[in-house]
């Protein structure tokens, strides 16, 4: 369960497939992302730079939460190029709690994430931050 919600949160915030009320810019083309991460299990840091064709232009907190049951958005707030957001989700057996920021100005982004999750009496957190750009059309 932990791993889903790790990947869910980790994929959602690395491909920028966004639309709605709060949102911000993403210009479509080649996209390059390296995001570093902790790993709560582990203790150890990693870093992975991927590359994706991005086709919408939109980043919205909520499209994170399309198939995620027992997740809300609790808080988002659009300041200039900078949109912050708290999400929450409640499982069977635990809950996680998730608060980052994104920010973008159309050609290149950034964001981080920190996110606590509490299962069977064990609490782990794990911080997220990431950069990407535009590379070009795809």
């Known amino acids: 369960m932990l791993k889903q919600i790790v990947l869910a949160a980790s994929c959602g915030l690395l491909a920028p497939m966004w639309a709605g009320a709060a949102s911000i810019a993403i210009n479509p083309?080649?996209?390059?992302?390296t995001m570093t991460r902790d790993n709560p299990m582990t203790g150890q840091t990693t870093t992975e730079t991927t590359r994706e064709c991005v086709t919408e232009t939109e980043f919205d907190p909520r499209d994170m939460?399309?198939?995620?049951?027992?997740?809300?958005?609790?808080?988002?707030?659009l300041v200039g190029?900078?949109?912050?957001?708290v999400m929450s989700c409640q499982m069977q057996g635990g809950q996680a709690r998730m608060e980052g920021a994104v920010r973008s100005d159309?050609?290149?982004?950034?964001?981080?994430?920190r996110m606590n999750v509490s299962v069977g009496g064990m609490d782990m957190s794990m911080n997220m931050n990431w950069a990407g750009r535009r590379l070009g059309d795809c």
């Not at 939460?65 to 707030?77: H, P, R, S, V, Y």
């Open 29 to 33: 083309g080649m996209w390059e992302t």
């Open 65 to 77: 939460m399309e198939d995620a049951q027992g997740c809300t958005l609790d808080k988002e707030e």
């Open 81 to 85: 190029d900078e949109l912050s957001f």
């Open 106 to 113: 159309g050609d290149t982004s950034s964001g981080r994430m």
